[in-house]
DNA sequence: ATGGCCCGTAGAACGGGA
């Protein structure tokens, strides 16, 4: 596909960028996304390498913080005009962790989210989750995004139905799969928006990722929990939608694998 | 057997991830 043929983006949970950034630039120069969408990069604005991702041609918001979470939006100089930041973190709520970005590139908008883990049901930071997803929610209601060409991708710490989990059995109404979760998933795709790859492919189970214990991914136990959610007129033109794989394999991988969508390009200069 | 691995901050273990 040559780059006029098409849109291309990209999300992935990079768990450090500092660790993962050679591999996001050989993934950049393979796979020429127009827009990607990182997660977890764990540093601090002064720290992000928006020269050496200039040099690869592709300028960059951030908003991060020491050690945990942090978000960018990385897009392809040479393929849209102007790159506005909408928002840095979700204006309906208080949080000193940095885990929300929505940028506008021409007229799309692009949101890059990365939605707490939740860590066991029971805890704070489950509650903490559920409050962050409806915060989500409230936001892209009253942003009327879904009127809109935009995609939403992230880590979303959810795996919306038992074929998104290797082990449902295991995972029954654990964190990542439990029905309280699993609602508020629905409920976004209730305010107009569609997951590209369980459209694409309604009966494929495939993860998006694996832990990184008890070779989990050699035996393919993963859950699939990173997302590509599209506006209905972004959908109209979805084209593909892949879970890069091969990525999880490399020496020193990330435990999230990229996923990508392709899309006819919008008309983004009227 | 309830942790195994990886990352950042440490400058030894620990919190966090999912």
Known sequence: MSPDDGLSLCTWNVNSLKVRFEQLKSLLVSQCWDVVCLQETKMTDDRFPYEALRELGYQAFHCGQPTYNGVAVLARLDRFETMALIHDHLPNREDPQQRFLAVRLDTLAVACAYVPNGQTVDSDKYRYKLQWLDNLIAYLKEQRFSEQDFALLGDFNIAPQDCDVHD???????????????????????????????????????????????????????????????????????????????????????????VSVYIARPKLHQ
């Open 168 to 258: 449902p059995a295991l995972w029954h109404e654990q964190v990542l799969c439990s029905s309280e979760e699993r609602r508020r998933f629905a409920k976004l795709l209730e305010l107009g928006f569609s997951d590209a790859y369980r459209v694409l492919k309604p009966a494929t189970v495939q993860y998006t990722w694996w832990d990184y214990r008890q070779l989990a991914f050699q035996k393919n136990r993963g859950l699939r929990i990173d997302h590509v959610l599209l506006s209905q007129s972004l959908m109209q033109k979805l084209n593909a939608c892949e879970i890069h794989r091969q990525a999880r394999k490399a020496e020193k991988a990330s435990d999230h694998a990229p």
